[in-house]
């Protein structure tokens, strides 16, 4: 770990470590949806997160009510994901 100018990030020679990007974009998704639904809300919410060899995917399923909609939201989680993970390697 490393207390630079990253912060709290866990970081190795090449930048984020492998979990820290995760966890980000992780909570980046679960972020979104939280914001647009109340937690009691939410039926199920599955977000998986893969980083491996510099590429990112985020899958984001979410069973919510209809407004607004769930497709939408999911969509929107997985972009502040990537955005997420984009801040991290510009820290």
């Known amino acids: 770990m490393s ?4 912060g709290d990030v866990p970081t190795d020679d090449d930048g984020p470590t492998d ?3 995760v966890t980000t974009a992780a909570e980046a ?3 979104v949806v939280f ?13 998986t ?4 060899d510099g590429v990112l995917d985020v899958d984001v399923y979410l069973n919510a009510p209809d407004n607004p909609d769930p ?8 972009a502040a994901a990537g955005e997420a993970v984009d801040e991290l390697f510009a820290e």
């Open 49 to 52: 997160v893969t980083f491996e």
């Open 19 to 21: 979990e820290a990007v």
């Open 35 to 47: 914001a647009h639904y109340d937690q009691s809300a939410v039926k199920d919410l599955d977000v």
């Open 3 to 6: 207390d630079d100018a990253n």
């Open 71 to 78: 497709e939408t939201v999911a969509n929107e989680a997985v």
């Open 29 to 31: 998704a679960e972020g």
